[in-house]
């Protein structure tokens, strides 16, 4: 275990390194974060209906996808483990004492850790600063939130390893992540709340593990699952 924890520490260390990316990216999703809310404030002034969820909600939880952006992109980064796959340099991995899979699992963990504390977290505090975003509820939801965080950066990585492992069966595993790409863009919740959608739509979106990676999290933040259910959910995260 110990090699493992001091795999991911260096590689948080050699991520935080890239200090002018982080901020262009930072930058990006704080425009985009910026549009996509003016973009819903809009849909709900012209709404006919009153939606399930409130403004102030919908607001909040486009700025939260901005804050917690890695997890729905992170099982399409698998470069590393597909070319290893494809130069058959596994092979060589796997007969270290240290389990490739582990050492695997730690480095994106420490990367997308890195993302969501230097990128997504300035983000989070700039849009509360502007009034954009609500606080959770309570700190009880707020450590509520923490913890489902974490279940979805398991959950991410552990659909990259999956991502990653068809390149042993096929000779291109492109197209496979990107239809995976498509497929958890959508169902995470990550473009429309899911609780927007339609009654037979949203019921496919939870029988699916996509939404273990932003609007579990996010549902949590805002209070719309608690207590009991809330822990309920954050095992179907992890499940």
Not at 59 to 73: D, E, I, N, R, T
Not at 193 to 204: D, E, G, V
């Amino acid at each position: 275990m110990r090699a493992y924890i001091e795999f991911g520490l260096r590689s948080f260390r050699r991520a935080t390194t890239y200090r002018a990316a982080t901020l262009a990216g930072m930058a990006t999703n704080f425009f985009f974060g910026l549009i996509r809310a003016m973009i819903f404030t809009a849909f709900y002034e012209s709404a006919r209906t009153t939606p399930e969820m409130p403004l102030e909600q919908a607001v909040s939880y486009v700025w939260l996808v901005q804050v917690v952006l890695g997890l729905p992109f992170w099982p399409f980064f698998s470069d590393t483990f597909i070319a290893d796959i494809r130069s058959g340099a596994v092979a060589m991995q796997l007969i270290r004492p240290a389990d490739y899979q582990g050492c695997w699992f730690s480095d994106s963990f420490a990367r997308l850790l890195q993302m969501l504390l230097m990128r997504g977290a300035p983000i989070g505090l700039l849009a509360f600063a502007m009034g954009g975003m609500a606080p959770p509820p309570s700190w009880e939801i707020a450590g509520l939130f923490v913890l489902s965080v974490a279940a979805g950066m398991v959950l991410a990585v552990a659909l990259a390893q999956f991502t990653g492992a068809t390149a042993f069966w096929t000779l291109d595993s492109t197209g496979f992540s990107s239809l995976m790409a498509v497929v958890a863009t959508f169902f995470s919740g990550m473009l429309v709340p899911i609780a927007l959608w339609p009654r037979w739509l949203s019921a496919i979106a939870h029988w699916l593990p996509f939404q273990g990676l932003t609007d579990i999290p996010l549902s949590v933040y805002l209070g719309r699952y608690a207590g009991a259910e809330a822990l309920r959910y954050i095992g179907i995260q992890l499940a």
